[in-house]
């Protein structure tokens, strides 16, 4: 299971400038350096589509991808980097706020967490925001959990992760999928959740 053609559509500043085509969208977040781009990049079998930056904190605007004519990949701009000057990352967390809340043709959202790190006070903020369009907009919205750089753990330590961000989340089993760049674990099973939800 592949997708077959992926391009680079456009960056956007602005919510209000988001494509109006209506092709399904789903959306990837995380904090920063937690390895949105290389997710990307992996998922579409492509080594640099995604730019993978080495300063965290560089993407600022909501990325559109186009993948088979069919869909959107969208990029969203990373979250609670220390270095980034609160100005801008209250600008980055609106922009966030309004693509989730707003957007009316995301499907889903992919929830990157570093699995060394677990669940952090911005990861929590998003999780709010998911929540608010599940209980005030009465959107339904996948998610999909991805435990990045599971190659950074033993054994052990991956399972204990992996029973605390359950047992944190309080979600199905199936919506967690650890992921690590290096092995490529992972990667055919988020490929085939994310074509179930974009065509859903």
Same mark, same amino acid.
């Given at each position: 299971?592949?997708?077959?053609?992926?391009?680079?559509?456009?960056?956007?500043?602005?919510?209000?400038?988001?494509?109006?085509?209506?092709?399904?969208?789903?959306?990837?977040?995380?904090?920063?350096?937690?390895?949105?781009?290389?997710?990307?990049?992996?998922?579409?079998?492509?080594?640099?589509?995604?730019?993978?930056?080495?300063?965290?904190? @560089?993407?600022?605007?909501?990325?559109?991808?186009?993948?088979?004519?069919?869909?959107?990949?969208?990029?969203?701009?990373?979250?609670?980097?220390?270095?980034?000057?609160? @100005?801008?990352?209250?600008?980055?967390? @609106?922009?966030?706020?309004?693509?989730?809340?707003?957007?009316?043709?995301?499907?889903?959202?992919?929830?990157?967490?570093?699995?060394?790190?677990?669940?952090?006070?911005?990861?929590?903020?998003?999780?709010?925001?998911?929540?608010?369009?599940?209980?005030?907009?009465?959107?339904?919205?996948?998610?999909?959990?991805?435990?990045?750089?599971?190659?950074?753990?033993?054994?052990?330590?991956?399972?204990?992760?992996?029973?605390?961000?359950?047992?944190?989340?309080?979600?199905?089993?199936?919506?967690?999928?650890?992921?690590?760049?290096?092995?490529? $674990?992972?990667?055919?099973?988020?490929?085939?959740?994310?074509?179930?939800?974009?065509? $859903?």
């Amino acid at each position: 299971m592949q997708f077959n053609n992926a391009n680079y559509l456009s960056s956007f500043f602005k919510f209000g400038d988001i494509p109006t085509t209506g092709l399904p969208e789903i959306a990837f977040a995380g904090r920063s350096n937690v390895g949105k781009s290389t997710l990307i990049n992996k998922v579409l079998n492509r080594k640099k589509l995604v730019q993978v930056s080495k300063t965290p904190g @560089k993407t600022k605007a909501l990325n559109y991808f186009d993948v088979d004519e069919k869909y959107y990949f969208v990029d969203l701009p990373g979250f609670g980097y220390a270095k980034v000057p609160l @100005k801008e990352k209250q600008s980055w967390g @609106k922009l966030i706020e309004s693509y989730l809340k707003g957007s009316p043709n995301l499907k889903g959202l992919v929830h990157i967490i570093d699995c060394r790190r677990g669940m952090m006070d911005a990861d929590w903020t998003l999780m709010e925001f998911v929540s608010y369009i599940y209980n005030e907009l009465g959107r339904d919205l996948n998610v999909l959990y991805v435990l990045s750089k599971s190659d950074k753990l033993k054994s052990k330590a991956r399972s204990d992760a992996y029973k605390k961000t359950i047992q944190d989340l309080g979600c199905d089993p199936r919506q967690l999928i650890f992921f690590s760049a290096l092995s490529g $674990q992972g990667v055919v099973e988020i490929r085939k959740l994310i074509l179930e939800i974009l065509t $859903q």
